[in-house]
DNA sequence: GACTGGCACTCACTACGCGGGAGTGCCAGT
DNA sequence: ACTGGCACTCCCGCGTAGTGAGTGCCAGTC
């Protein structure tokens, strides 16, 4: 049976409420509270289609309804307009935003505002190594078998390690290699760069070479291959915030899942450009985190996109709010990164 | 009262059984289980004496015993010995901290392995920047009016900073102020630093004088003032496992604690020198965390203490087992340092 | 055909009462 | 100084009853 008009708006009506109160909605106080032009009667015949179409549930026989994740995944798709921010919202996003010394400041200061401003927990990536491209390589000479690489990135994110040398190293030699090195890999993308490192090498002369080899193997395996993935997260107080009603009773397993970066990443990496994703509840893959809910999108200076951005938390959010903030913020830090 | 030798026995035993079980304790049981030589009713009068002394409390009347904070204390200082680790636990640790790749890694491995040996909330300080001493300095030029400052500690930890110049500047000149810098500060604790940074200023040649000057504002600011101190924290999910029974239901405050980064390192940062610190409820000065026990100490290289580990959870904890965990991963965190 | 009013029904929630049992405090006895 | 015995307390679990919000359904109305 094809919802009308009407059931669609009975149901937003039910989401709306349910987020609001954390209490299953009767008929009677839906009609009370939106002004449905119609008696709770006839509200009880459109909850009874819905609920045989999937969209709620009644925890019991006669309690009130509550929205399934099918109802919220229809309320998010075609029902929630989104939420323009406040102005006192978008002035909060700037002001904390503003005055971040360092790209650890900025991701660190992002994350606890999303946290602040959603009331859910908040996650942000670092700006990811592979998708952004080299600014610069630096050679320190540290004795004269060592040597450490420094790269930094278009973002502001630096990275550096320690090489040993199969031997000692001239300074004029060290000098040749940060050229060399400067001149192949500078304005390419991190993940492009393996067989230009490769060349690299290739294309020494003797002298240079065994240097240029351990070199090499550093870059390959530390920056690139292990393009080692940084998480930060904020907000988790927020989860104990629904007095234990939320994730019925057990913190536990989220607090868990929380901790694995993998997972993180894989939830909130994993981000086509512009776009916001929305996972409810059992549309999650990882078996600990049915029963929430993630807003997830990428971010980055202008179009491109080098890291994800998001919150988690109880399938019983506001996601027109949550996604207008997480949009919001997104994009704040993007003009950030675009303008350094 | 004094307390003679069978009373503190008795206090000892219900500690111990109250840990484990985690339900109050009775006079039967305590008789049974420990092989006190004497009969329930003797043991209930040293119970009615501790009881007075403020060391165990009744949650109600004809409930067992439970320990209080000052009887916690009294086992920790008086009547625990130090449990040895066992060999599974040894090789565990030296399992998961071998192989790290970076001081990243090393602290990020560290407090991963509290977590889990602990089976508590585990909190690692970063090498203190402030308490370290400095390795190398290296200056990158980025473009003609800007520099990249890199700061390479003792420990490993490096930091760097980006610094806008007055105006245009030479390669040769970035090379000599590289020299300067370095004679001056290398070897030198971070703490010691400002004085030298000012005189380097002042020795400078008319030439040199502005970016120099330029350098130092950004070294005392970003380097020394603000020595920005890092912490690590895993096990959060820890503090959920016994059921909300610990901490009266409301994780939240504790969560909230936890995500202050200021009162991590007020906890766990303030350690003297090769000793272990216990805080057992009520004397945490943090509101929020009474309740709640905290086991930290020192690490560094050698007797150097260049931060703070431990763990927190329940006061309702075995404090000797946390105790020589945290002491046996420090020694071992810090022989790792001393080594590189 | 769509909506409404009315009514019987279901079932969580709360309060109440009532043993059962673990544990205590105390006292008299050894 | 320790022990056995005994009365007492009070938490806990359980069954019962009452209450009320909410439903499903049906007959009636526009």
């Known amino acids: 049976m094809a919802l009308d008009e009407r059931k669609l708006e009975v149901l937003r009506a039910i989401v709306e409420d349910y987020v609001a109160t954390q209490e299953p909605v009767g008929s009677k106080a839906l009609v009370e509270r939106h002004n449905l032009r119609v008696s709770p009667a006839t509200v009880r015949n459109d909850m009874a289609v819905l609920e045989d179409e999937g969209y709620i549930r009644q925890p019991h026989t006669s309690a009130g309804r509550v929205p399934t994740d099918a109802g919220y995944r229809l309320f998010v798709d075609k029902l929630s307009r989104i939420k323009p921010l406040s102005q006192a919202e978008r002035r909060a996003i700037e002001r904390f935003l503003i005055g971040a010394v360092d790209l650890d400041d900025v991701v660190h200061r992002t994350v606890r505002l999303l946290a602040q401003l959603t009331r859910q927990v908040a996650v942000v990536q670092y700006p990811s190594l592979s998708r952004a491209s080299v600014r610069h390589f630096e050679l320190v000479p540290i004795s004269t078998t060592r040597l450490m690489v420094v790269m930094i990135a278009e973002t502001g994110r630096v990275e550096q390690r320690l090489v040993d040398l199969p031997g000692p190293i001239l300074a004029d030699d060290v000098t040749e290699l940060r050229r060399r090195i400067n001149e192949k890999l500078v304005g390419k993308r991190l993940v492009d760069t393996p067989p230009l490192v490769q060349a690299l090498v290739e294309e020494s002369g003797p002298a240079l070479r065994p240097p240029m080899a351990a070199l090499?193997?550093?870059?390959?395996?530390?920056?690139?291959?292990?393009?080692?993935?940084?998480?930060?997260?904020?907000?988790?107080?927020?989860?104990?915030?629904?007095?234990?009603?939320?994730?019925?009773?057990?913190?536990?397993?989220?607090?868990?899942?929380?901790?694995?970066?993998?997972?993180?990443?894989?939830?909130?990496?994993?981000?086509?450009?512009?776009?916001?994703?929305?996972?409810?509840?059992?549309?999650?893959?990882?078996?600990?985190?049915?029963?929430?809910?993630?807003?997830?999108?990428?971010?980055?200076?202008?179009?491109?996109?080098?890291?994800?951005?998001?919150?988690?938390?109880?399938?019983?959010?506001?996601?027109?709010?949550?996604?207008?903030?997480?949009?919001?913020?997104?994009?704040?830090?993007?003009?950030?990164?675009?303008?350094?």
Chains 1, 2 share one sequence.
């Not at 776009?275 to 807003?295: A, F, K, Q």
């Not at 919150?311 to 997480?326: E, F, H, K, Q, S």
């Open 216 to 340: 090499s193997t550093v870059l390959l395996e530390t920056l690139v291959e292990r393009t080692e993935e940084r998480i930060a997260l904020a907000g988790t107080a927020n989860l104990a915030r629904g007095g234990l009603l939320d994730f019925q009773g057990s913190l536990r397993p989220i607090l868990e899942a929380l901790e694995e970066e993998v997972i993180l990443l894989k939830l909130f990496g994993e981000v086509e450009p512009s776009m916001t994703r929305v996972r409810i509840g059992d549309e999650n893959e990882i078996e600990d985190l049915r029963g929430t809910s993630i807003v997830a999108t990428g971010y980055g200076p202008g179009s491109i996109v080098v890291g994800g951005m998001g919150v988690l938390g109880p399938t019983r959010m506001d996601y027109p709010g949550n996604i207008a903030t997480v949009r919001a913020v997104a994009r704040y830090v993007g003009d950030m990164l675009a303008q350094s």
